[in-house]
């Protein structure tokens, strides 16, 4: 004892030395809220098998970059997935420098023994190159008993979503780190089917709308499809409750029950619902708000005093209510809750947080993880600017845009978050993170319909397009610098087909130096048959065009074209046979356009405006204006209850006048499925020795009505009304009516287009006109031009 009491003087001064020597070096200071700070040096500590630039290879944070703690984050779970450390063996420690810089430290704790065998007994549906990809194990990697129970849950789930809802799989060996082997014991037993889905009990909802919310299938004939995977049943439950909460059920009550057939191989999955009293809504408050008064918050809002409650409604409102805030630079955190005040009524509160007072301002944008993407790319989608107001609804609305660029990993998607700025607290730093991926693309496809035959299809896409970088070395091609980065696209195409061929050159700025218009040049080749003549085309478009609100858009282009009209019968009349040869045409064309669709693949509401007039040059001078509008009406009250399966009622008019000198292959021509439905391709129109010669004025219309026929909107029987005509000057002689009804078909696997099958019969037609009694395409509702 008494040596021990000797000692602790000088153990207590070396301690306390140490301590010192570490504070004066950062070793043991913690830096004071490092988020946005400049990162000096980014080292690691602890590592004994593993190199400092192994780690740091894995790691995102980089010297000379804001610290961003979502970021630091991230690096931590990316250290932890390399299953080189022990759980929870990844720290961070952030030091201060004294010229205001940050050091970041990673601490790690590595494993010990290394893996030497892995075996996978009883496995026989699954490779071991399936297993390895499962598990992640590979030989010589470090010893980790918690990546190997990870393992043994990932074959076990991958087992049951193939359906073996009986298969175990057990971890003998590699539960210790002093073990040298991973032996994982499997059963996989049989592969079980869903026999048929049932809800028990549902009164205000249809069993086809049920089974649209779920993601559980039924197996086809009881043996394609329909795997039984038990880990959906409670993700279809709760998307049962949350479907009827949107109801204004919100004491719905929903009990799943398995039942097993007598083998064991097959399942019928049982909903017992509760549904309970449909609630509806007494009043509405508004309270925290504090900038702006509550009358204003109020009429952004939908749902209104003795209306059914509709969840839908009410997020919708949240959106409205902090959107309304946040495009003033209000960063709000808007909640909802209700209370029942007597059975079945509710009352809807919206609390506003967070409210300062005092709007936001854009500090900094900081861009990370574009090596070959440059920042201008990434600037023009922003569309915020240093100082300006922060608009909060434009972080996610540029977050959309720089997705649907496709220049950017969808695994891990671009993200735009605002951040402290350590100078001022009324300025937010905004951070733009992003991670490259592959932007270039061979597609093959093709099409068939009743106009144009069979075509097949061949191009080569390149989204991120930079035609200044033009490469240096090698490496530049190796690693994917070369001609890349600018966000320009190019577009080489080529589609031979039984009557119709086009190959084209397509270059597109959407940025032309860093403004608001787009540039978009085309160089093009294509060749069509037709009964009058065949037609060989080639030339040159450059279009500019500006965007200039959400809703309308304006363009200019030039076409440069040479024509040739050849294999001209020789009873084709003179206004066929004057046209043939080759011709020169030059056409300065103006637009505008206008779209407030809710969709572009299936609208119910909204319309469509297009306009355009050119004026052609060259062998021939004669002007062309087209104008189209197309219109779609839907009600609350032709749909369900949650607002699905709605009718619409479209209609489209469209005219179009040329001078009277246009040549036969620039006249207007009508027939077919996207044009006049009931009459064959160009089959109307003025005709002379029963061919074609097109006309000068045309005049088409179309009302469509569409009804879904299944639950799941992916069928719709349409019934329409095609009217118009083509005539040789501007006049109306020859009138057209056609009435028809027809198929939509979406089919997932053949893209978002629905198959169009429709059958329509001339009621009126003119003289010479022809008949096409059945067309299909893939078609869009309302656009059958």
């Given at each position: 004892?008494?040596?021990?009491?000797?000692?602790?003087?000088?153990?207590?001064?070396?301690?306390?030395?140490?301590?010192?020597?570490?504070?004066?070096?950062?070793?043991?200071?913690?830096?004071?809220?490092?988020?946005?700070?400049?990162?000096?040096?980014?080292?690691?500590?602890?590592?004994?098998?593993?190199?400092?630039?192994?780690?740091?290879?894995?790691?995102?944070?980089?010297?000379?970059?804001?610290?961003?703690?979502?970021?630091?984050?991230?690096?931590?779970?990316?250290?932890?997935?390399?299953?080189?450390?022990?759980?929870?063996?990844?720290?961070?420690?952030?030091t201060n420098e004294v010229d205001g810089r940050v050091t970041v430290t990673f601490v790690v704790t590595e494993l010990g023994n290394t893996v030497q065998e892995i075996v996978y007994h009883g496995a026989q549906h699954l490779s071991d190159g399936d297993l390895r990809t499962l598990t992640g194990l590979r030989k010589g990697d470090a010893m980790n008993p918690m990546a190997n129970e990870v393992g043994r849950a990932a074959i076990l789930?991958?087992?049951?979503?193939?359906?073996?809802?009986?298969?175990?799989?057990?971890?003998?060996?590699?539960?210790?780190?002093?073990?040298?082997?991973?032996?994982?014991?499997?059963?996989?037993?049989?592969?079980?089917?869903?026999?048929?889905?049932?809800?028990?009990?549902?009164?205000?909802?249809?069993?086809?709308?049920?089974?649209?919310?779920?993601?559980t299938k039924t197996a086809f004939a009881g043996a394609i499809g329909g795997k039984f995977n038990p880990m959906t049943i409670e993700m279809d439950r709760k998307a049962l409750t949350e479907y009827y909460q949107a109801l204004g059920y919100l004491a719905v009550k929903i009990e799943p029950e398995v039942r097993r057939s007598a083998d064991q191989s097959r399942v019928t999955i049982v909903y017992h619902i509760v549904e309970g009293q449909?609630?509806?809504?007494?009043?509405?408050?508004?309270?925290?708000?504090?900038?702006?008064?509550?009358?204003?918050?109020?009429?952004?809002?939908?749902?209104?005093?003795?209306?059914?409650?509709?969840?839908?409604?009410?997020?919708?409102?949240?959106?409205?209510?902090?959107?309304?805030?946040?495009?003033?630079?209000?960063?709000?955190?808007?909640?909802?809750?209700?209370?029942?005040?007597?059975?079945?009524?509710?009352?809807?509160?919206?609390?506003?947080?967070?409210?300062?007072?005092?709007?936001?301002?854009?500090?900094?944008?900081?861009?990370?993880?574009?090596?070959?993407?440059?920042?201008?790319?990434?600037?023009?989608?922003?569309?915020?600017?240093?100082?300006?107001?922060?608009?909060?609804?434009?972080?996610?609305?540029?977050?959309?845009?720089?997705?649907?660029?496709?220049?950017?990993?969808?695994?891990?998607?671009?993200?735009?978050?605002?951040?402290?700025?350590?100078?001022?607290?009324?300025?937010?730093?905004?951070?733009?993170?992003?991670?490259?991926?592959?932007?270039?693309?061979?597609?093959?496809?093709?099409?068939?319909?009743?106009?144009?035959?069979?075509?097949?299809?061949?191009?080569?896409?390149?989204?991120?397009?930079?035609?200044?970088?033009?490469?240096?070395?090698?490496?530049?091609?190796?690693?994917?610098?070369?001609?890349?980065?600018?966000?320009?696209?190019?577009?080489?195409?080529?589609?031979?087909?039984?009557?119709?061929?086009?190959?084209?050159?397509?270059?597109?700025?959407?940025?032309?130096?860093?403004?608001?218009?787009?540039?978009?040049?085309?160089?093009?080749?294509?060749?069509?048959?037709?009964?009058?003549?065949?037609?060989?085309?080639?030339?040159?478009?450059?279009?500019?065009?500006?965007?200039?609100?959400?809703?309308?858009?304006?363009?200019?282009?030039?076409?440069?074209?040479?024509?040739?009209?050849?294999?001209?019968?020789?009873?084709?009349?003179?206004?066929?046979?004057?046209?043939?040869?080759?011709?020169?045409?030059?056409?300065?064309?103006?637009?505008?356009?206008?779209?407030?669709?809710?969709?572009?693949?299936?609208?119910?509401?909204?319309?469509?405006?297009?306009?355009?007039?050119?004026?052609?040059?060259?062998?021939?001078?004669?002007?062309?204006?087209?104008?189209?509008?197309?219109?779609?009406?839907?009600?609350?009250?032709?749909?369900?209850?949650?607002?699905?399966?709605?009718?619409?009622?479209?209609?489209?008019?469209?005219?179009?006048?040329?001078?009277?000198?246009?040549?036969?292959?620039?006249?207007?021509y009508a027939g077919g499925i996207r044009s006049f439905r009931g009459f064959s391709f160009r089959g109307v129109g003025p005709y002379e020795n029963t061919l074609a010669v097109g006309g000068t004025f045309s005049l088409l219309n179309s009302v469509e009505y569409q009804i879904p026929i299944l639950p799941s909107e992916k069928m719709y029987w349409v019934a329409f009304v095609d009217h118009g005509t083509v005539e040789s000057k501007f006049?109306?002689?020859?009138?057209?009516?056609?009435?028809?009804?027809?198929?939509?078909?979406?089919?997932?696997?053949?893209?978002?287009?629905?198959?169009?099958?429709?059958?329509?019969?001339?009621?009126?037609?003119?003289?010479?006109?022809?008949?096409?009694?059945?067309?299909?395409?893939?078609?869009?509702?309302?656009?059958?031009?």
């Amino acid at each position: 004892m008494p040596a021990c009491r000797r000692l602790r003087p000088w153990l207590v001064a070396a301690v306390f030395a140490l301590a010192l020597l570490a504070g004066s070096r950062g070793w043991l200071t913690a830096a004071d809220n490092p988020q946005g700070k400049t990162i000096a040096e980014v080292q690691t500590a602890g590592s004994r098998l593993r190199s400092p630039a192994q780690i740091l290879n894995m790691v995102h944070s980089r010297a000379g970059k804001p610290y961003d703690q979502a970021l630091v984050q991230e690096d931590v779970r990316r250290l932890q997935s390399t299953r080189w450390f022990t759980a929870d063996g990844v720290r961070v420690l952030t030091t201060n420098e004294v010229d205001g810089r940050v050091t970041v430290t990673f601490v790690v704790t590595e494993l010990g023994n290394t893996v030497q065998e892995i075996v996978y007994h009883g496995a026989q549906h699954l490779s071991d190159g399936d297993l390895r990809t499962l598990t992640g194990l590979r030989k010589g990697d470090a010893m980790n008993p918690m990546a190997n129970e990870v393992g043994r849950a990932a074959i076990l789930r991958r087992y049951q979503d193939d359906g073996r809802y009986h298969a175990t799989v057990e971890l003998v060996e590699g539960n210790k780190p002093t073990d040298s082997r991973v032996v994982y014991n499997i059963v996989e037993g049989p592969v079980v089917k869903v026999a048929g889905v049932e809800f028990v009990g549902n009164v205000g909802a249809i069993t086809g709308r049920l089974k649209t919310q779920i993601t559980t299938k039924t197996a086809f004939a009881g043996a394609i499809g329909g795997k039984f995977n038990p880990m959906t049943i409670e993700m279809d439950r709760k998307a049962l409750t949350e479907y009827y909460q949107a109801l204004g059920y919100l004491a719905v009550k929903i009990e799943p029950e398995v039942r097993r057939s007598a083998d064991q191989s097959r399942v019928t999955i049982v909903y017992h619902i509760v549904e309970g009293q449909q609630y509806r809504v007494s009043d509405k408050i508004i309270t925290g708000n504090k900038s702006f008064g509550t009358d204003k918050l109020m009429a952004v809002t939908e749902l209104k005093p003795g209306d059914r409650y509709d969840r839908r409604i009410a997020q919708r409102d949240l959106t409205r209510i902090r959107d309304y805030g946040g495009s003033r630079g209000y960063q709000w955190a808007v909640e909802e809750q209700w209370y029942e005040v007597e059975p079945g009524v509710v009352q809807v509160q919206y609390n506003v947080g967070n409210d300062r007072g005092v709007p936001d301002r854009v500090g900094r944008i900081i861009i990370d993880g574009n090596e070959i993407t440059r920042d201008r790319v990434i600037l023009n989608q922003l569309d915020l600017r240093p100082g300006q107001i922060l608009e909060y609804p434009k972080l996610e609305e540029a977050q959309m845009r720089l997705a649907r660029l496709g220049l950017f990993d969808m695994e891990e998607p671009p993200t735009v978050r605002d951040m402290p700025n350590e100078l001022d607290t009324s300025f937010k730093d905004i951070h733009v993170r992003v991670k490259e991926t592959r932007t270039g693309q061979i597609i093959f496809g093709g099409s068939v319909n009743s106009d144009a035959g069979l075509t097949g299809n061949i191009s080569l896409n390149e989204r991120n397009f930079d035609i200044t970088r033009i490469p240096t070395s090698w490496d530049d091609f190796r690693y994917g610098r070369a001609f890349r980065g600018a966000g320009q696209e190019l577009r080489l195409e080529a589609a031979p087909g039984t009557t119709f061929q086009r190959y084209s050159a397509t270059f597109r700025e959407p940025y032309l130096f860093d403004t608001p218009f787009g540039l978009t040049t085309s160089a093009y080749f294509y060749n069509r048959s037709f009964a009058e003549y065949n037609e060989d085309r080639y030339g040159g478009r450059v279009t500019i065009d500006r965007r200039l609100d959400s809703i309308w858009t304006a363009s200019a282009s030039t076409r440069v074209e040479g024509v040739n009209v050849r294999d001209v019968p020789a009873y084709a009349p003179w206004s066929i046979a004057k046209d043939a040869g080759n011709h020169f045409l030059l056409g300065l064309r103006a637009g505008i356009t206008r779209d407030t669709r809710d969709s572009y693949v299936y609208p119910t509401k909204g319309s469509m405006f297009d306009a355009g007039f050119e004026q052609v040059l060259g062998d021939y001078t004669f002007p062309v204006g087209t104008a189209e509008f197309t219109q779609f009406f839907s009600t609350k009250y032709l749909a369900r209850e949650d607002g699905s399966q709605r009718h619409v009622l479209g209609f489209r008019t469209q005219v179009a006048v040329a001078g009277a000198n246009a040549p036969v292959f620039e006249r207007f021509y009508a027939g077919g499925i996207r044009s006049f439905r009931g009459f064959s391709f160009r089959g109307v129109g003025p005709y002379e020795n029963t061919l074609a010669v097109g006309g000068t004025f045309s005049l088409l219309n179309s009302v469509e009505y569409q009804i879904p026929i299944l639950p799941s909107e992916k069928m719709y029987w349409v019934a329409f009304v095609d009217h118009g005509t083509v005539e040789s000057k501007f006049d109306i002689k020859d009138y057209r009516v056609s009435v028809g009804t027809g198929i939509r078909l979406s089919v997932p696997a053949l893209g978002p287009l629905p198959l169009a099958f429709d059958l329509a019969f001339p009621v009126v037609k003119g003289p010479y006109d022809h008949r096409q009694l059945f067309s299909f395409s893939m078609g869009l509702f309302g656009s059958q031009r």
